[in-house]
């Protein structure tokens, strides 16, 4: 299995001694590269949508629609298949 040049430095940030010590441990357990691009393939067409349909109510306030994929979008559907 070969790696990227990002990878390869990536994978020697994880070996450094001082890895993570300022991090909480959520972020700390990584996802590759590869991992990352898979799970944002797999998304549904609709995914935007389907996120948007289900926007929280905040301080009586109904979060703005999404209008493109991002970090909430995957959020949303990472919590959804991991329940």
């Given amino acids: 299995v070969s790696t990227t040049e990002a990878e390869a430095a990536v994978l020697r940030r994880a070996k450094s001694p001082d890895h993570g010590k300022n991090l909480p441990e959520h972020l700390t357990l990584g996802l590759s590269l590869a ?7 797999a998304l549904p067409a609709d995914a935007v949508e389907q996120c948007n349909a289900q926007r929280p109510i905040i301080n009586g306030v109904r979060v703005e629609p999404n209008r493109e994929l991002n ?3 995957n959020q949303f559907h990472i919590a959804r298949a991991s329940e």
């Fill in 71 to 73: 970090g909430y979008v």
């Fill in 35 to 41: 991992a990352i691009e898979e799970m944002i393939a």
